[in-house]
């Protein structure tokens, strides 16, 4: 059991090693964040997308943009990218970013319980 332990507590830590890009982007690093995340999700790696949506969301990295960041997400809910299609359902839901659009909402919704 210890050595299973120490494996999650060193693996993980290991992981955070590999690539920045796959770092949490908080704090003065956001915009060093969305900077390495931006041309993965313009490659169109679809969690690059979701993470750059968020940032935008959330004025992280960049001052607040929801226009964009509802557009970012619905190209990672495109992909695939549960995360992004909750938040999309969201966004739709409360019209943040856009029109409100419940259908699509529900839509994307039943995409992500999928």
Do not use: N
């Amino acid at each position: 059991m210890i050595r299973f332990g120490a494996f999650l507590l060193f693996g993980m830590a290991a992981c955070s090693l590999i690539d920045p890009a796959y770092r949490p982007t908080a704090g003065a690093d956001a915009a060093s964040g969305l900077a390495l995340h931006l041309p993965l999700a313009e490659e169109g790696m679809v969690g690059a997308q979701y993470v750059v949506g968020s940032m935008l969301r959330d004025g992280k990295g960049a001052p607040s943009d929801r226009i964009a960041a509802r557009a970012w997400y619905e190209r990672a809910a495109r992909g695939g990218d549960h995360d992004a299609q909750i938040a999309l359902a969201e966004m739709l839901e409360s019209g943040t970013g856009g029109a409100v659009d419940r259908e699509a909402a529900a839509g994307w919704r039943r995409k992500a319980a999928e």
